[in-house]
């Protein structure tokens, strides 16, 4: 019984301030810092607003973040990253799912740090902002893609940041 005592006040601890690490400090981050208010992309192509036409009679499920190439992207919450990958239209990408039925999404990426399966905080770094997939088109500014999606279904990210 002492053992089992003693191994709860050593284990308890540890487990309680791994716990409180992972704990997000605010509702939701900005993945891209930015010294004054954040800029959503518009230029020759579009702009980069939710719900903004696409081809096709598709909208745009996302915004897209403005910012330089190499700009660190951070995660807005923390949580599982489900998928870090490439495809033609997101170009480098990482999916990340949070509590809540949560996801989100960070597209167009020049470099990805994380790796699927990974558990990252609030606040780590996991790419930087690039110009991959459809945004390597002449015009389109360098910009994160970012989404949220609750319950599968695509959500205004203004309404989380």
């Keep these: 019984m ?6 709860l006040l050593l284990i308890l ?4 301030i791994i716990s409180i690490s992972f704990l997000d400090k605010k509702p939701f981050l ?24 696409r081809n096709g009679r598709r909208v745009h499920k996302g915004i897209d973040l403005l910012g330089a190439v190499g700009t660190p992207v951070v995660a807005v ?14 170009g480098k990408y990482v999916v990340i799912s ?10 167009h990426l020049q470099q990805i740090y994380t790796k699927e399966g990974d ?26 893609h970012f989404e949220v999606r609750k319950n599968g279904i695509a959500q205004d ?3 989380y940041l």
Excluded: W
């Design 2 to 7: 002492k053992k089992i005592f003693l191994f």
């Design 13 to 16: 601890p540890i487990y309680l």
């Design 30 to 53: 900005c993945p891209v810092q930015y010294k004054g208010d954040f800029i959503i992309r518009s230029d020759s192509r579009g702009d980069g607003t939710f719900a903004s036409p």
């Design 77 to 90: 919450r923390s949580g599982k990253v489900i998928a870090a990958r490439s495809n033609n239209g997101m």
């Design 98 to 107: 949070h509590s809540g039925d949560v996801v989100t999404i960070y597209g």
């Design 119 to 144: 558990f990252i905080m609030q606040g780590t770094v996991l790419g930087s902002v690039g110009k991959t997939g459809n945004a390597r088109s002449n015009g389109i500014q360098p910009h994160l």
């Design 157 to 159: 990210p203004l309404e």
